[in-house]
């Protein structure tokens, strides 16, 4: 093997300049591929990252997937001849009975924290200005174990509810456009027609202007008599230690409990799906740089394999065996994909390394953020390995033509 190695060496060193050109083809095409690939598995990554911190892993609405059967139904079956229209369902305060039953039978199940929430909206009024946002009221002491509400808090605590239950938490953004700031008081009309004053006890900023603008915190007990609505919660957020099940304990929390439950992965399935296909069309236009690449080898090694007609006759006068000349092309396609790849990937990293120094300020955020990039060894070794397997491949078509040469023919002149 070592014999077969050097003399696929000096092959290549015979074609000095077309192999290094091929060369470079195949450190820029690795040295592309593993920074696109990065940054769009980075992104990707840190999308699903905000995704499942910044929201519930599960939803535990109080409506139903499918509408209750009605007794008639439920005797006769729906496809019998008895068909009932027009059924009205009774006027009643909407939210999940026994709610708090229900979070402690899921508090009981490991791996799974659970808080209850009642939202509804409410119109902010100080100094003639009105705005409507959505209100969550929710238990302090629980929350912070389910959203991630808390760390995005720039004054004042979640906590300072539970001694201030007539308290609210507000985004910077409100509070700037209002004018005010945490201490102040501030009044909030519900659909109900009551009407609360309640002091401002905390200022969060997730640095997205929309949700910074439009949410406010206050405790639970507080809701439900803005929202008449006593002893009730119209959601429950669950959290899993390991949110990749969100979607099987959802289906089977909702086979149990009742009410329609929802995975992170149910509700973000659009965004799931656009990902895939993005992902479907990274890859192939990031390979098609290698693919071209791998022609430029095929070229040098066909045209060596051209030149060589008359040492691949001798070499085989000597004894060497088809395969032996085979081995010899595609050892030349190993050599030049290995080494494309080994200066490709420090290539790739130092590209790396500039593209996460560019600080930037995307629409609807307020702080400038970096571009995200996976420096995970997946992405090395895919890099590689497509690398290799271009350049062998490439490889591999000419070395079994240079493999079919006849010592033969060479010496009656026929090639």
Do not use: C
Request: glycine share 8%; net charge positive; aromatic share 8%.
């Amino acid at each position: 093997m070592r014999l077969l190695a050097h003399i696929a060496f000096k092959h290549l060193l015979a074609r000095r300049r077309q192999s290094l050109v091929s060369l470079l083809g195949i450190i820029l095409g690795v040295s592309f591929f593993l920074t696109i690939s990065s940054l769009m598995q980075g992104s990707e990554k840190e999308f699903i990252r905000v995704l499942i911190d910044n929201m519930p892993h599960i939803f535990i609405t109080d409506t139903y997937r499918n509408p209750s059967l009605q007794p008639v139904e439920q005797f006769y079956g729906r496809s019998g001849a008895i068909e009932v229209r027009s059924v009205k369902p009774l006027t009643e305060t909407r939210g999940i009975r026994g709610f708090e039953q229900i979070v402690d039978y899921l508090r009981s199940i490991p791996g799974i924290n659970a808080s209850p929430v009642l939202s509804g909206q409410g119109v902010l009024s100080f100094a003639g200005k009105n705005i409507g946002i959505v209100l969550d009221g929710m238990i302090p002491e629980d929350i912070k174990d389910v959203v991630t509400i808390q760390d995005y808090m720039i004054s004042g605590s979640l906590s300072d509810l539970i001694a201030n239950p007539s308290g609210i938490i507000l985004g910077k953004e409100l509070l700037r456009t209002f004018s005010l700031k945490r201490g102040d008081n501030i009044t909030v009309t519900a659909p109900t027609g009551q009407i609360r004053t309640f002091k401002i006890l905390g200022v969060f900023n997730t640095g997205r202007a929309e949700y910074d603008l439009n949410h406010g915190f206050v405790s639970l007990k507080r809701m439900q008599v803005l929202m008449d609505r006593p002893h009730r919660a119209n959601t429950i957020i669950v959290k899993l230690s390991d949110p990749y099940r969100a979607r099987a304990i959802a289906a089977d929390l909702e086979n149990r409990i009742g009410y329609k439950s929802i995975s992170w992965q149910e509700s973000s399935e659009d965004l799931m799906s656009t990902l895939a296909i993005r992902n479907i069309i990274m890859y192939s236009v990031v390979s098609s740089v290698l693919i071209v690449a791998a022609f430029g080898i095929y070229n040098v090694i066909s045209t060596v394999v051209m030149e060589k007609h008359r040492d691949i006759a001798i070499l085989k006068s000597m004894g060497f065996l088809a395969r032996d000349i085979q081995r010899i092309f595609v050892i030349q396609g190993f050599i030049l994909g290995i080494t494309g790849s080994l200066l490709g990937l420090p290539l790739g990293s130092a590209l790396m390394y500039a593209i996460m120094q560019i600080e930037f300020k995307p629409p609807g955020s307020t702080e400038p953020i970096v571009m995200p990039l996976d420096w995970g060894w997946m992405q090395f070794a895919i890099a590689t390995g497509f690398a290799l397997s271009a350049a062998l491949i490439a490889a591999f078509l000419p070395a079994r033509k240079g493999a079919r040469v006849q010592p033969v023919d060479i010496l009656r002149g026929g090639i």
